[in-house]
């Protein structure tokens, strides 16, 4: 079975661009997760949806960030205008219906110069 | 928010030899998960954890759900090359589907 797919694995963009993250869930799994890692504040949760519907979106560090769920298997994250400080690995996951055990995509390395 | 103090920040070791690695937090935990992260890659559930005194294997691989539910272990042993990477720990507390990572404890296999 397929795991998370995240695209694209690598975005080199410039101060200022919009920046567009995607992320296609585990099939049947009804929470999806968004996480940014970096060395100094290790892995942080940015926002979770479940059946599509955002539930928490206290860790979207601000207005630049936003984050969408059109359907059950497809997520994007946005982030307009970048900067270079949030230049970042940033994860997707997936979860069954007991939104416990949460399963990570590769990740997309994101620097902004 | 909470935080989970996950310690050692990093081990050497040599291949064969077993591994300790724990977490801990102030705060009461109902699950406690361990990812393995390799470099490039996504964290990778290892063992998941559902109550108190909870003892699970994986393999070479043991994690303990402390009795104060403020603490979970992770055991390697027999450690080989491969075991190379960061280990997490996650818990999650109830009510919430969010999960607090640790920072992480990195291990580097000696062959």
């Known amino acids: 079975d397929a795991g998370v797919i995240q695209s694209p694995r690598h975005e080199v963009t410039e101060m200022g661009q919009e920046v567009t993250l995607r992320c296609k869930p585990i099939?049947?799994?009804?929470?999806l997760f968004w996480y940014r890692q970096t060395m100094m504040r290790g892995l942080e949760l940015l926002i979770y949806f479940n059946n599509n519907v955002p539930i928490d979106d206290s860790g979207m560090p601000e207005d630049r960030f936003s984050a969408k769920m059109p359907n059950a298997s497809f997520s994007t994250l946005k982030i307009q205008p970048s900067e270079p400080r949030d230049s970042a690995v940033y994860f997707c996951?997936?979860?069954?219906?007991?939104?416990?055990?949460?399963?990570f995509g590769p990740g997309t390395r994101l620097t902004v110069l | 928010g909470q935080q989970l103090n996950q310690s050692p920040q990093s081990m050497f070791i040599q291949e064969g030899e077993d591994v300790s690695m724990n977490c801990t937090s102030s705060s009461i935990f109902n699950t406690w998960l361990w990812y393995k992260q390799d470099p490039g890659e996504g964290p990778v559930l290892l063992i998941a954890l559902y109550k108190a005194g909870e003892l699970t294997s994986n393999g070479r691989l043991t994690a303990q759900f402390g009795i104060t539910r403020k603490d979970s272990f992770l055991n390697i042993s027999a450690s080989i090359p491969s075991d190379v990477g960061i280990y997490f720990c996650a818990g999650q507390q109830g009510g919430s589907e969010k999960l607090v990572f640790g920072k992480g404890t990195k291990l580097t296999v000696n062959p």
């Open positions: 996951a997936s979860s069954p219906p007991t939104g416990i055990k949460q399963f």
């Open positions: 099939s049947g799994h009804d929470y």
